[in-house]
């Protein structure tokens, strides 16, 4: 998969230009200066304004996404993260046990140009530091009713909804196969090739997945009826090293990743169409195996998606209580920036939107559908501030429906039901 070195459609980069200019909460170095080379073992103090994030290895697109846009919207705050698992970066937060020994930043030469980005590691100043923000694919009730123990976010901790992620089904290329039923799955993987097989997925180290605590395994075992601990196969520590698994296998093999990490390896996976249990035929995530537009996600027919979960501890009164030494408002800045906060302005939202499409996820604006549970059925629900158009300008527009009109003002949305102009495209509300 390809996209363009700056995903920004014309009609918004006004909008986004502007955000780097009028949204400078305080005196900090320019981006390009914050792409200054870092050297390995960087000690993650010694970061401009660092905040610690901590949780789903599936995330790390969309994490640094948010990096690059808060360096355009002028916010000079260094997003460290560790890759563990949605649950335990969860459940790390809510039970204090820090999981933070190592983090990963993202540096731009050009925040403007998506393939300027250097990933680097540091050191936490002190080594287990206890994360600010816990970001999991799943919610801590999934984790509690797969994995046991306590998830409890009690009255000081808050679990926000962002971005949309889709699981998939992955094999090598030289698979002849293109779907998978949900029933099938539950034998593959519930057995592990053993006692009850599904062709040709029938040797057990072939069988590629992720840890109990994945939030990639739970929200696909909460779809097709089996609990994250009883998974069998070949289990890997975490995305990449799955993707990498499934690659080098040399007969047939299945593997679970999120869409961020299997998008960016179509050139050496096929994710398979799924067929939910009920459903008469399988679907991809996106329109086609060709295309990145999330369409049966956003609509509902994909049933293997969830909201990203932000979780943050709170002091007396709600307001943000960061671990490392970050400061409320920085930690408050990045949780507005990934959850998409209604007080974001409309140049911050546009920024949001946008990295979030470019990190193959769905920002609630752009979904069509809801669920309550990882499992539940998706219901038809339309955003209150919708953002399609600014969505399917980067992520494609899907087939049968038609490209929104940019506009600069409502005045330009006047034709048909569209009458709002909203990051730069007109919305029907």
């Known amino acids: 998969m390809t996209r363009p070195k700056t995903p920004f459609p014309k009609s918004v980069i006004g909008l986004l230009l502007a955000a780097s200019l009028a949204i400078v909460p305080m005196a900090a170095p320019s981006p390009a200066m914050h792409a200054t080379a870092h050297a390995q073992g960087t000690m993650c103090n010694t970061l401009t304004n660092t905040v610690y994030i901590s949780g789903s290895s599936a995330s790390q697109p969309l994490i640094r996404e948010a990096q690059r846009a808060l360096l355009i919207a002028g916010q000079s705050i260094t997003l460290v993260y560790q890759s563990t698992a949605s649950c335990d970066g969860v459940g790390g937060l809510l039970n204090a046990t820090a999981v933070m020994a190592s983090g990963t930043y993202f540096t731009f030469t050009d925040p403007m140009d998506a393939s300027s980005v250097t990933t680097h590691t540091c050191t936490p100043v002190a080594t287990g530091v206890l994360s600010d923000i816990a970001v999991s694919d799943v919610s801590a009730a999934a984790c509690a009713h797969n994995l046991g123990g306590t998830f409890d976010l009690g009255t000081n901790h808050h679990e926000i909804l962002g971005p949309v992620q889709s699981m998939t089904f992955v094999v090598p ?12 799955a539950r034998v593959v993987y ?9 062709a040709p997925w029938t040797t057990t180290s072939q069988l590629f997945h992720r840890a109990p605590s994945s939030g990639t395994q739970i929200i696909i ?4 009826g089996l609990l994250s601990t009883h998974w069998m196969g070949t289990e890997e520590s975490g995305s990449g090293a799955l993707r990498d698994a499934v690659h080098a296998a040399t007969g047939p093999a299945l593997g679970i990743l999120a869409s961020d990490v299997a998008d960016a390896a179509r050139a050496n996976l096929h994710i398979l169409a799924y067929q939910h249990i009920g459903q008469s035929c399988g679907y991809l995530p996106d329109s086609s195996s060709t295309t990145t537009d999330k369409a049966n996600v956003r609509d509902g027919r994909y049933a293997l998606f969830n909201p990203l979960r932000f979780t943050v501890s709170t002091a007396t009164g709600g307001a943000v209580a960061p671990h490392s030494g970050a400061t409320a408002a920085n930690v408050q800045s990045v949780l507005d920036f990934v959850t998409l906060a209604p007080t974001l302005t409309s140049a911050q939202g546009a920024l949001m939107v946008s990295a979030a499409a470019h990190a193959s996820t769905v920002p609630l604006c752009a979904m069509h559908v809801t669920r309550a549970t990882e499992s539940a059925v998706p219901v038809v629900a339309e955003p209150t501030a919708p953002c399609h158009g600014l969505f399917e300008s980067i992520a494609g527009t899907p087939p049968g429906r038609t490209a929104a009109t940019a506009c600069t003002s409502d005045a330009a949305c006047t034709a048909g039901t569209a009458h709002t102009c909203r990051f730069g495209f007109c919305e029907e509300h």
């Open 173 to 184: 290329t030289t698979s002849t196969e293109t779907s998978i039923s949900g029933e099938a």
């Open 190 to 198: 519930g057995f592990g090739g053993m006692t009850h097989t599904v």
């Open 221 to 224: 075992g909460e779809n097709i």
